[in-house]
């Protein structure tokens, strides 16, 4: 202890030095402070910014916030285990570990409460920018500037207000070479941990191979390294080729190894990297998976790689002019057998729905979590449908498990699974839960925002852990799923009230999508034309039409219930068709559409008019939107006498159906 404190003295008089030098005297020094620190000092004084001024601005924005983390979702997505895990080894040592973007702007952070609470104080926060032309010399913004591994303790710092902190940051490069974040660990000057820059160089490794493996999931990936005991670590290079033999990434390791730059990492064909054929290093690792092989590279160099692929490893031949920058064309697609949902088949024209659909197809294969918002009711399970259907997974399972339909006592057992005995009335021989069942497919949790807050820690550690613990049980099952999650809450409210767990929101909303309500969609006939298809069914779609009557109303109509109630009233509609009857018209409709509901808020729609004579009284009881008036009663009433009470009869003088009519008399009794 004494030793260190020396150490620290030691350091401060030499910052004190420094920093006289250059900022009272003009003078750059030679020693006392790292060179990218002392570099970071000159960039700061020539943008003019007062080493002894605070910095009270946020570019950012507590209401950019969302958006910010949205756009940098699928880091989040991956960094959120690794940040919590880091954590847990420097817990209860004044620190905090936070994530930036490529701006400089904290997206999300974990510390002790106390340090927490003194680095608000300088907006060492979620929100804040802390890009060097901001905030001056520190880990977060020099380490971007500077796209290294960064230190920065007490004095360092440009501004003296922070000279309390000291920082390690490394940057964050994605899958394709490009500058995605930077990853941070802050603390007190005092408990300055030498080994703490060595953590987070081996943290933002790790981060970066999730990254790469996350982008190319459905590719062929190669590990290799000249030396083999170094396949399978952290310091493997990654290169990921297409089933055809496309090359489409690498990450740095790799490209150091082959002597590529980043940009390059998709203008090369395999057969210009790997003297071994493409085929042959593919039959080789096929008759032996998990082999270690031992290549030759195109330099003269050897390597040793390991083939990993989650697709059939199989050779198409390739013309050697055929070379794929990194694309979203470039994942394989399954092929859609016909007459299923896609979120192609879900376009019918309204703009705000086509940008949903938009966003989902670009996440299509990637190891992004989808979050649907809408009411209830707009189609957020039958979006989820087409996303799992469009996507390479659409030949694995579509799970789906609503979690606000099921009893909080059961919700356990249904996600998780149990062994047999785990409680009572338990099967003997147990049961697979619903993300068991969703391996190798996609989990859709329908209402996530009213999965209690129990099952919320279970399933975030699920998500982190890849593997699922059934009750009763103490084996983990791995499992490899897509996560789709719908909610007509918003989850941010939910999250700030404290009924759903901030990381889990995190870890489940890497994109967003918002259906939009009926109401304000502006394809309301093709959605009828195609609910009304699919209640007629394939033989009989074409057969029925709808009165323009009856679509205008469609149109007016504000559809509380969405969709889910529009389908119904079709499927009434239709059910109450004569025989001879080949047009939906307003007598077909149910009456709860013009009631005096006390349910309905809407209370401004009205039925459709109708015009011919011999649909009078149809239409008087369309237009009195509630009960039969009395001129109807009477006109029922006299034309039942004059038929002698036949129905038919009477239906045919009055110009009605059988089954308009005996409700009509229904509601006389």
Same mark, same amino acid.
């Given at each position: !202890? ?80 690794? !940040? ?36 608000? @104080? ?67 000057? @005092? ?101 270690? #092989? ?51 088949? #879900? ?80 099967? @003997? ?89 009926? @109401? ?150």
């Amino acid at each position: !202890m004494e030793n260190k404190l020396l150490v620290r003295d030691a350091h401060e008089l030499r910052v004190r030095s420094a920093r006289e030098q250059f900022f009272e005297r003009g003078e750059v020094a030679a020693e006392g402070v790292p060179a990218p620190v002392l570099r970071s000092w000159s960039r700061c004084a020539a943008e003019g910014i007062d080493f002894r001024g605070s910095v009270d601005r946020d570019p950012a924005g507590r209401s950019l916030l969302g958006e910010l983390r949205e756009k940098s979702g699928v880091l989040l997505d991956q960094a959120g285990g690794i !940040m919590e895990h880091v954590f847990e080894q420097i817990r209860a040592s004044g620190s905090m570990v936070i994530l930036a973007d490529e701006s400089g702007v904290i997206l999300h952070s974990l510390g002790d409460p106390d340090f927490v609470g003194r680095a608000q @104080r300088v907006a060492l926060q979620p929100g804040a920018s802390w890009g060097e032309t901001l905030r001056g010399t520190n880990a977060i913004g020099t380490a971007l500037v500077e796209q290294a591994p960064v230190e920065v303790c007490g004095g360092e710092h440009f501004l003296d207000r922070n000279g309390f902190l000291t920082c390690s940051a490394s940057p964050v490069f994605d899958a394709y070479g490009r500058l995605a974040g930077v990853l941070d660990i802050s603390g007190d000057y @005092r408990n300055y941990q030498p080994h703490t820059l060595a953590l987070v160089r081996l943290s933002v490794q790790l981060l970066e191979k999730r990254l790469f493996e996350s982008e190319f999931a459905r590719h062929i990936v190669i590990a290799f390294h000249p030396r083999p005991e170094c396949v399978g670590g952290l310091q493997e290079g990654l290169l990921a080729v297409s089933a055809e033999g496309r090359v489409v990434g690498m990450n740095a390791v790799a490209r150091e190894c082959l002597g590529l730059a980043a940009g390059e990492a998709g203008l090369r064909a395999f057969a210009g990297l790997l003297k071994a054929p493409f085929g042959t290093l593919l039959d080789r690792a096929r008759r032996d998976p998990g082999a270690l #092989l031992a290549v030759d590279l195109r330099n003269g160099q050897r390597i040793y790689a390991r083939v990993k692929s989650n697709l059939p490893m199989r050779m198409e031949p390739v013309p050697s002019q055929r070379l794929a920058a990194p694309a979203a064309s470039a994942r394989p697609q399954p092929a859609v057998r016909p007459g299923t949902v896609t979120l192609a088949s #879900l376009a019918t024209g309204d703009s705000r729905l086509q940008l949903a659909l938009d966003r989902g197809a670009r996440i299509l294969g990637k190891d992004i979590p989808l979050l649907i918002q809408g009411e209830s009711g707009v189609g957020k399970e039958l979006f989820a449908r087409a996303f799992h259907n469009s996507g390479p997974r659409a030949d694995g399972p579509f799970v789906a498990l609503n979690c606000a339909a099921i009893p909080e006592n059961l919700i356990e057992s249904e996600l998780f699974g149990y062994s047999g005995g785990a409680f009572t009335g338990a099967r @003997r021989e147990g049961a697979v839960g619903k993300i068991q069942q969703a391996h190798g497919g996609t989990l859709f949790l329908d209402e996530i925002g009213d999965m209690p807050l129990g099952m919320q820690a279970r399933l975030l550690r699920v998500l982190q852990e890849r593997s699922v613990t059934p009750i009763g049980s103490a084996a983990q099952v791995p499992v490899d799923i897509s996560l789709v999650c719908a909610t007509h809450r918003l989850l941010r409210d939910a999250v700030r009230d404290g009924s759903f767990r901030e990381d889990l929101y995190y870890r489940v909303n890497g994109l967003t999508v918002t259906l939009p309500p009926l @109401r304000e969609r502006s394809d309301v006939r093709r959605i009828v034309t195609t609910l009304l298809d699919a209640e007629l069914g394939e033989a009989r779609a074409g057969e029925i039409g709808i009165s323009e009557e009856v679509m205008g109303f469609f149109e007016r109509y504000p559809w509380p219930g969405n969709v889910r109630q529009l389908q119904n009233v079709i499927r009434v509609a239709v059910a109450l068709l004569d025989e001879d009857e080949t047009e939906i018209l307003p007598v077909h409709l149910p009456e709860e559409l013009f009631g005096n509901d006390p349910f309905d808020d809407h209370k401004d729609a009205r039925a459709p008019e109708t015009a011919s004579a011999p649909e009078q009284a149809a239409g008087a009881m369309v237009q009195a939107a509630g009960s039969l008036d009395e001129i109807e009663l009477k006109a029922i009433a006299a034309v039942m006498r004059e038929v002698g009470g036949n129905v038919s009869a009477a239906a045919r003088r009055l110009g009605i159906s059988r089954n308009t009519l005996y409700r009509k008399l229904g509601r006389m009794n």
